[in-house]
């Protein structure tokens, strides 16, 4: 079955900081890759998406390219703010067509920015 | 502002219990998610439907779940009898194309 996998963390950065969160994947058909975000006591909101390969997603300065070679999906960003605290889901959705379709997630990366 | 709504957001409810969970989704959007998020096993998804159909529920444990859409501006999850293991957060989606946007949750205590 398809599955994503990613540091758990938690991930403690300096503000300023340069931030990488790892993020690899297996799926039986050929996925759309997200990143969502977690602030404590809310749902997740959509952070970027890619749908083929060497796509860049991006936003809000995080960005991640779809790599199909090594499966892999890692999010970046170069500078993190205290308020980019929060616990960040790489996750994949194989399209069977006429709409989104369910995400497989990974575990979650806590991310600490301390000022 | 178009949101996911989730009733209720939090609560407890002893051992064998019937619990009843609601989603409004975002008017327009034609899929229906819903998804649990434990610290065990993380975010999974239990069933969807597309245009008020069931499409897959192949997460959800049979014997005491049941997820259903009975009009375009409404989403049920039910269980019955609800045990311990049950108690987790509960999360509605909508979507259109390939965007889903996550209601708040339904935080679930099972005592």
Redesign the interface.
Known sequence: GDSVTQMEGPVTLSEEAFLTINCTYTATGYPSLFWYVQYPGEGLQLLLKATKADDKGSNKGFEATYRKETTSFHLEKGSVQVSDSAVYFCALSVSAGGGADGLTFGKGTHLIIQP | DAR?TQTPRHKVTEMGQEVTMRCQPILGH??V?W?RQTMMQ????LA?F?NRAPL?DS?MPKDRFSAEMPDATLATLKIQPSEPRDSAVY?C?S???????????TRLTVL
């Open positions: 996911v034609n899929t998610f998804y993380g975010l999974e998804l969807y597309r897959d997460g999360f989606a979507g259109f194309l390939l965007e889903q946007f996550f209601g708040p949750g």
